[in-house]
């Protein structure tokens, strides 16, 4: 029974976790494709001249650590307000550009999207929101 539940824990546990990796090599073959509306025409722009996805440091470096942390809080502030996409977008631009060095703006961008969907998920489960979640989603 009790490794019933650890089984069924860390499924939970896993289905929660962001795969960031798949994700960004998924947002390089779209965005090669066709811009959505809705993401500024830059970061397009920068998925099709890189080609594919080559995280710098990896996926739970320093850098995709820092940028969670520091975004998570941000996240959770523009949830409450209720932001708009555009300004959302806009928003995030900025907030990636203080982060270029570690990391170019096109994966700070979809990484800064993904928590904030997490952020947002977790308001609207009641769930509480810290930097804990970076842990969580394996950013840290």
């Known amino acids: 029974m009790n490794t019933f539940i650890i089984i069924l824990f860390i499924s939970f546990v896993t289905s929660k976790q962001v795969n ?3 994700t960004m090599e998924t947002k390089s073959k779209e ?4 811009c959505p509306d809705n993401i500024p025409k830059p970061i397009c722009e920068e998925f099709i001249s890189q080609k594919s996805f080559k ?3 990896g996926i739970g470096s320093i850098a995709t650590c820092k940028i969670c942390e ?3 809080g941000i ?3 523009y949830v409450t307000k209720g932001e708009t996409v555009e300004n959302l977008n806009k928003k995030i ?5 203080i982060f270029s060095r570690e990391l170019p703006h ?3 961008f979809v990484i800064a999207q993904e928590i904030y969907v997490k952020v947002l998920n977790a308001v609207q489960n009641n769930e ?3 930097i804990t979640l970076c842990s969580k989603i394996n950013l840290c």
């Open 93 to 97: 631009l900025d907030f990636c550009t």
């Open 70 to 72: 520091s975004f998570v």
């Open 106 to 108: 096109h994966y700070c």
């Open 55 to 57: 995280p710098l440091g």
């Open 20 to 22: 960031i990796v798949s």
């Open 31 to 34: 965005f090669a494709v066709e």
């Open 128 to 130: 509480t929101v810290d």
């Open 75 to 77: 996240a959770l502030d």
